[in-house]
Structure formats: structure tokens, C-alpha cells
């Protein structure tokens, strides 16, 4: 059992100690293929690692077909930030195969805290390195796509520079307008992006 | 510490924990206009605002643009915790302000130490960081919204297709993007 906690990549951190301590706060669920695991709406407070088997993430499009999103597989972690702050299931997760899955509740997380603090710390950690992770990953993604929009803005942006340089007849002035527009569209984003830090 | 200030982030402690705080922590004075810390630098340490105000600043193109202003009882640069992290902004002291630093190594000691103060200020980070990731992808959203050409027909529908596209696009399926990212004028275009 501890194989499969070690094997999590989210959980890398910890030693074989805590892993086998944290599996005394986790609870074993099974699922028969095709049965539903997490439902889209639906409030959670669960992480789940898949300890044999595979889930099924599908979203249901507008004719009500269920189409497959993503497949999670042994030693897959999902989850795990509702497992800190609860919020609605984004997804509808199914068993793909008949699945076996150690599951920690907020609820678990909390007892942790007073009974293995250690456990509670390392699990936290991990939960913050892959947020961090993955914020990096959205943050850049984000950039990726502002520099396209921008870049394929830029003609247009050039003709706004060039009609405020006639109109103001100095060459500096249209410079300093070109660089000013393009950050605007940024600020705005990131603004909007990093108010919650 | 009777300060409300200080209330808010560290509600959940006890005296034993706020005394070691106090303790291991150095309080510090920043004038108007000075800089706690700047975009880019090596952060290897988080700032609990006790007085004045700090503003959250990001140069692009030599432009300044305040991002954010925080006021006492918050916590900035938390990302400083943890491992190999640059700071992402610039802070800049709004009016004279006092702020407790906490460095990396005293709060990886706690942690080690299973210390519940600790567990409390990571969880506080890890609140602040799956926010701060929500609304990030919320921002993504909004962003490939403009390259999203659903073929349906009911706006409802068109909608969610438009959000499915864009959680199975970025692989982030399990974060829950908010409906009001994709403002409904994108989508009635996309279907004219």
C-alpha cells in the first residue's frame, strides 16, 4: 500500500513514515467500472489517489454526451486542493475500469492536524508546490497567449500610433503611444489576475 | 498583539505560538516610496503587514502599474516560503510601514517541527495560492475565449461547450472556471 502513496508525485517529499501514517487517515473506496465517482456540481472536500485502476474525467457536452477529458491512473492525485478549500466538482469523474482509490477528507486533514502534525504539514506542503506549479504553468500559458493577441494586434496598434504622431506631428510622441497601448491590455489582465495575492 | 490587525491572519494561533512568532520574527520599518522587495528577486522570505500600507507594483515596458494595495493583517510574498520562488511583483511602502519578515529557514523549522503555527500560516498560503489559481485560470479563460468557435446553438450550451474546450485545453479540468469569464458578447459573436 505504502508503494503506491510513494509512487504519488505530489507526496515526494514525504518519508516512508509519514506516507504510512498518512494511509491511517485515508480511507480505501471501490468502484466498479463505470460507476460515478465524482458528479459535476456537487460539493467536495476529497482528495482521491488511485491506488489500482483508472478514472474516467468526462464533461458532458450539449447533447448530453459524456466525452472523455482526461484518464487518471495509479499513483494520480485528484482533488486535492478542494481537500483545503471546498468547492463544487468541476468535472464528472467515472471509474474507467474497476477502480480501487484511498481517499483523504477535509475532515481527515483536520484530525491529521491534532494527531499527526507532521503528516498535516507535509501533505499541505505538497498541496502548495503543486498549486505553485501550477499557477506558473496557467501564469505563462496566460503570457503565451496575451504576446499572440498583442502581436497580432500590432498593425492596428501601429495605425493608432501613426494618427496620434500626425496628429501631434513629433516622432517621440508616437513612439511612446505604441508602448503605452500594448501594456494596458496587460495591466488589466494581470491586474484583474494577481488581485487575489 | 492587541493590535485588530493582527487579528485576522493569526486568529487561528494561541500565545505560545504568537510569543514564538514574535520571537523568531524582525520587525521592520519602511518609509513612504521605499521598496520591500523587487520583481525578479530571489524570494526566500514572506511579510506580515502589521501598519501603514503596501502597494504591489509591476513595471511592463518601463510603465509603472499598481496591481493591488494591502493593507494590515495581510500577508504578501507568501510564495517566499517556499522552495526556489522568485517574487513576481514589486512592493512598494505606501505610507511609513511596519512589517514582520518571516525568513524561509525560521518557518521551514516549524514546519519540521510540526509546529501548528506552521500548519496554520501554510495553510493560509495554500488558501491564497488556489485562489490566486482559480482567478488566474478564470483570466485564461477570458483569454482563449476570443479563439473559442463553438458550432451550437443555444447560448446555455454554447457556453458550456466554450468552458469544456477551454478546462480540457489547458489540461486544468479540475479547476472550476467561473461562468463570468467568457462574457456572453464573445459567444453571441462566435455564433452569428
Redo the contacts between chains.
Keep these: 500500500m505504502i508503494s503506491v502513496i510513494r509512487a504519488v508525485k505530489v507526496f515526494e517529499s514525504l518519508s516512508d513514515a509519514e506516507c504510512g501514517e498518512l494511509l491511517r487517515f485515508m480511507r480505501v473506496r471501490q468502484y466498479e467500472a463505470g460507476a460515478t465517482v465524482f458528479e459535476h456540481g456537487k460539493p467536495g472536500d476529497s482528495m482521491l489517489v488511485v491506488a489500482d485502476g483508472a478514472l474516467s474525467v468526462v464533461m458532458t457536452s450539449p447533447r448530453r454526451r459524456n466525452i472523455e477529458v482526461a484518464r487518471v491512473g495509479v499513483a494520480d492525485v485528484v482533488g486535492e486542493m478542494s481537500c483545503i478549500v471546498p468547492a463544487p466538482r468541476c468535472a464528472t469523474i467515472l471509474a474507467a475500469v474497476r477502480t480501487t482509490v484511498y481517499e483523504l477528507g477535509r475532515k481527515e486533514l483536520t484530525n491529521m492536524r491534532q494527531q499527526a502534525p507532521a503528516v498535516a504539514t507535509a501533505v499541505v506542503s505538497a498541496v502548495i508546490r503543486s498549486v505553485a506549479l501550477r499557477l506558473r504553468r496557467v501564469e505563462e500559458r496566460i503570457e503565451r497567449e496575451l504576446a499572440g493577441h498583442l502581436a497580432a494586434r500590432l498593425p492596428e496598434l501601429r495605425q493608432t500610433a501613426g494618427a496620434s504622431a500626425r496628429k501631434s506631428s513629433r516622432r517621440g510622441h508616437a513612439r511612446r503611444a505604441t508602448a503605452a497601448s500594448a501594456p494596458s491590455t496587460w495591466t488589466s489582465l494581470l491586474g484583474r489576475m494577481r488581485g487575489s495575492a | 498583539m492587541k493590535d485588530p490587525a493582527l487579528r485576522g491572519l493569526l486568529s487561528g494561533l494561541g500565545k505560545a505560538e504568537l510569543e514564538q512568532l514574535l520571537a523568531t520574527t524582525r520587525a521592520r520599518r519602511f518609509p513612504a516610496g521605499t521598496w520591500l522587495c523587487r520583481d525578479g528577486d530571489p524570494a526566500s522570505s514572506c511579510f506580515f503587514i502589521a501598519k501603514g500600507a503596501v502597494e504591489?507594483v509591476?513595471f511592463?515596458?518601463?510603465?509603472e502599474?499598481v496591481?493591488?494595495t494591502l493593507r494590515p493583517g495581510t500577508l504578501?510574498g507568501q510564495?517566499g516560503l517556499?522552495e526556489n520562488?522568485l517574487r513576481?511583483?514589486s512592493v512598494r511602502a505606501k505610507s511609513a510601514t511596519v512589517i514582520l519578515e518571516i525568513k524561509r529557514k525560521t518557518f521551514q523549522r516549524f514546519?519540521?517541527q510540526?509546529?501548528?503555527m506552521?500548519?496554520h500560516f501554510?495553510?493560509q498560503?495554500?488558501?491564497?495560492?488556489?485562489?490566486?489559481?482559480r482567478?488566474?485560470?478564470d483570466?485564461?479563460a477570458?483569454?482563449?475565449a476570443?479563439s473559442v468557435r463553438p458550432s451550437?446553438k443555444?447560448p446555455a450550451?454554447?457556453d458550456?461547450?466554450a468552458l469544456?474546450f477551454i478546462?480540457?485545453g489547458?489540461?486544468?479540468?479540475?479547476?472550476?472556471?467561473d461562468r463570468g469569464a467568457i462574457p456572453p458578447a464573445v459567444v453571441k459573436k462566435r455564433q452569428s
Design positions: 504591489m509591476k511592463l515596458d518601463g510603465e502599474h496591481l493591488a504578501v510564495t517556499v520562488s513576481s511583483a514546519v519540521q510540526g509546529s501548528p506552521a500548519l501554510q495553510e498560503i495554500a488558501i491564497a495560492g488556489i485562489r490566486q489559481l482567478a488566474a485560470a483570466q485564461l477570458l483569454v482563449l476570443r451550437g443555444q450550451a454554447v458550456r461547450l469544456a478546462q480540457a489547458t489540461g486544468e479540468w479540475d479547476l472550476p472556471l
